[in-house]
């Protein structure tokens, strides 16, 4: 069975940093099948694409978010990483992790994990 | 950027209802639409892809439809565990634009 589990710092200061790295199991990340992604869902509110990133190391941003995401795959790990530039309270969100079939839909997510962007 | 309408935002029904909620696009999207249903504290299952594909292991009570700028998501008997927010998802474009919501309450 596919899993994916997000882990990285539960609170972030405003104008740092915010990096997560999402490890996968049951499924290899250098299949050129899928597309590894980030969403964001800010406490109460809706679901918003961040990115993605594929085995060859080529990426998808979002073009809201573009300026300041960065996203990496590590093969040898099974991992990819997600580091969003700059946070301010507007970035406090469940971040969570996700297998994109096919650059269409999600079929795996992670659990997710709540960032907290507050000095 | 494409932009999807959900509606209605909330509805409220009952156990053997059916429900039906709608997603529209601003712009054609072909069939790439994409439905989730998500718990509290959850994260979001995939339920139907490409406007009318059951996902394995997705009761059949669920159905989509659709075409170019306008989808249903059809729940034709309510049951106790469908009572969650539903969202559709385009991936016309590469920014894979998710609808607000629609919270399913009894």
């Known amino acids: 069975q596919v899993q994916l589990q997000e882990s990285g710092p539960g609170l972030v200061k405003p104008s740092e940093t915010l990096s997560l790295t999402c490890t996968v199991s049951?499924?290899?990340?250098?299949?050129?099948?899928?597309?590894w992604s980030w969403i964001r869902q800010p406490p109460g509110k809706g679901l918003e694409y961040i990115g993605y990133?594929?085995?060859?190391?080529?990426?998808n941003y979002n073009p809201s978010l573009k300026s300041r995401v960065t996203m990496s795959i590590d093969t040898s790990k099974n991992q990819f990483s997600l580091k969003l530039i700059s946070v301010t309270a507007a970035d406090t969100a469940v971040y969570y992790c996700?297998?994109?079939?096919?650059?269409?839909?999600?079929?795996?997510w992670g659990q997710g994990t709540l960032v907290t962007v507050s000095s | 950027d494409i932009q999807m309408t959900q509606s209605p935002s909330s509805l409220s029904a009952s156990v053997g209802d059916r429900v039906t909620i709608t997603c529209r696009a601003s712009q054609s999207i072909s069939r790439y639409l994409h439905w989730y249903q998500q718990k509290p504290d959850k994260a979001p299952k995939l339920l139907i892809s490409f406007a009318s594909s059951l996902q394995t292991g997705v009761p059949s009570r669920f159905s989509g439809s659709g075409f170019g700028t306008d989808f249903t998501l059809t729940i034709s008997s309510l049951q106790p565990e469908d009572f969650a927010t539903y969202f559709c998802?385009?991936?016309?474009?590469?920014?894979?634009?998710f609808g607000q919501g629609t919270k399913l309450e009894i």
């Open positions: 049951g499924a290899s990340v250098s299949s050129g099948s899928y597309y």
């Open positions: 998802q385009e991936s016309q474009s590469t920014s894979y634009t």
């Open positions: 996700a297998r994109d079939k096919g650059g269409n839909h999600f079929d795996f």
């Open positions: 990133v594929y085995y060859s190391g080529s990426t």
